[in-house]
């Protein structure tokens, strides 16, 4: 099991999300808050959300996709975020980051989400 109890953990999504990943965090005891980045084009979160995201100290924001880096940072205040960490799947999501001259915290061993989701786990 992941010893992910009682850790914030932020995901950004398609709106339309095939992974059972906030459920099974949820159960583990993660206070997980994922918000939809984008559908076939990019979403805006709202203001509400954007205020709640960028509150977050220390923040792990994990992309799965390089097409949510780029929603991601369609926001400009997320880009003023400086104490978010930023964890990839994969290559392809890394140069993401790099496009937007961001830092990545973590990349994962093997393009897996669930691979990624233990190694960021063992970090915290």
Do not use: M
């Not at 990019?42 to 709640?52: D, F, N, R, Y």
């Amino acid at each position: 099991e992941l010893p992910v109890a009682g850790k914030q953990l932020f995901i950004g999504s398609a709106q339309i999300s095939h992974f059972p990943l906030s459920a099974e965090l949820k159960r583990l005891g993660a206070n997980v808050q994922e918000v939809a980045l984008y559908q076939t084009r990019a979403l805006v979160p709202s203001p509400k959300q954007i205020i709640e995201f960028c509150s977050l100290a220390k923040l792990v924001v994990t992309f799965l996709s390089p097409s949510a880096v780029d929603s991601f940072f369609t926001v400009p205040e997320f880009s003023k975020c400086t104490d978010c960490r930023f964890a990839v799947i994969g290559g392809a999501t890394a140069d993401a980051i790099k496009r937007h001259r961001a830092t990545i915290w973590h990349q994962a061993s093997e393009p897996n989400g669930a691979v990624l989701l233990r190694e960021i786990a063992k970090r915290l």
